[in-house]
T-cell receptor
Framework: DAKTTQPTSMDCAEGRAANLPCNHSTISGNEYVYWYRQIHSQGPQYIIHGLKNNETNEMASLIITEDRKSSTLILPHATLRDTAVYYCIVREDSNYQLIWGAGTKLIIKP | DAGITQSPRHKVTETGTPVTLRCHQTENHRYMYWYRQDPGHGLRLIHY???????DKGEVSDGYSVSRSKTEDFLLTLESATSSQTSVYFC?????????????FGPGTRLTVL
């Protein structure tokens, strides 16, 4: 079973920051938080991952709380093309396993 | 984008027939994976490979077999397709199993078993 809890759906206005929360209260010390997204009918797309420090790349920022029990994915300036299902996944180091939940359906509105 | 292709992209077949799906990569990655995705759900791992001729079962392996005779190709076979195997199948690749080895996904194959 998935080790994360995410809201089923969220809306965000185009041009605003989209903040997607994820709870992973049972996360272990060697487990990473991964984010993927899936645009309708396409293969999942890797976004970002982190262990305990905040991470940023060209797509998004990942903020992990100090106790590591929750995290937030931030898309700084959402566009219509960011409409997708976003998956938060906890993954053990040196373990290939990705356990997928149902994700959050993010709808960007004009 | 990672160099992953899947073929066919769409297939309709009948119950009881054999079906083979192909995943091809140009990245020379060691690990390859087959997942299935059903409506409203996340992906579930069917089988994976950690090298040529080295494969292992995933969460939902019953009714599926795999083969990897070359680094670049990973085949998924349904020996006798059933309607419950109607799904979208995704292939993924990664350089290794560790958390720094990101899995990258192909475009998917939509399989319908009538």
């Amino acid at each position: 079973d998935a080790k994360t809890t995410q809201p089923t759906s969220m809306d965000c206005a185009e041009g605003r920051a989209a903040n997607l929360p994820c709870n992973h209260s049972t996360i272990s010390g060697n487990e990473y938080v991964y984010w993927y997204r899936q645009i309708h009918s396409q293969g999942p797309q890797y976004i970002i991952h982190g262990l305990k420090n905040n991470e940023t790349n060209e797509m998004a920022s990942l903020i992990i709380t100090e106790d590591r029990k929750s995290s937030t994915l931030i898309l700084p300036h959402a566009t219509l093309r960011d409409t997708a299902v976003y998956y938060c996944i906890v993954r053990e180091d040196s373990n290939y396993q990705l356990i997928w939940g149902a994700g959050t359906k993010l709808i960007i509105k004009p | 984008d990672a160099g992953i292709t899947q073929s066919p992209r769409h297939k309709v077949t009948e119950t009881g027939t054999p079906v083979t799906l192909r995943c091809h990569q140009t990245e020379n990655h060691r690990y390859m994976y087959w997942y299935r995705q059903d409506p409203g759900h996340g992906l579930r791992l069917i089988h994976y490979s950690y090298g040529v001729k080295d494969t292992d079962k995933g969460e939902v392996s019953d009714g599926y077999s795999v083969s990897r005779s070359k680094t670049e190709d990973f085949l998924l076979t349904l020996e006798s397709a059933t309607s419950s195997q109607t799904s979208v199948y995704f292939c993924a690749i990664s350089a290794g199993p560790s958390s720094t080895d990101t899995q990258y996904f192909g475009p998917g194959t939509r399989l319908t078993v009538l």
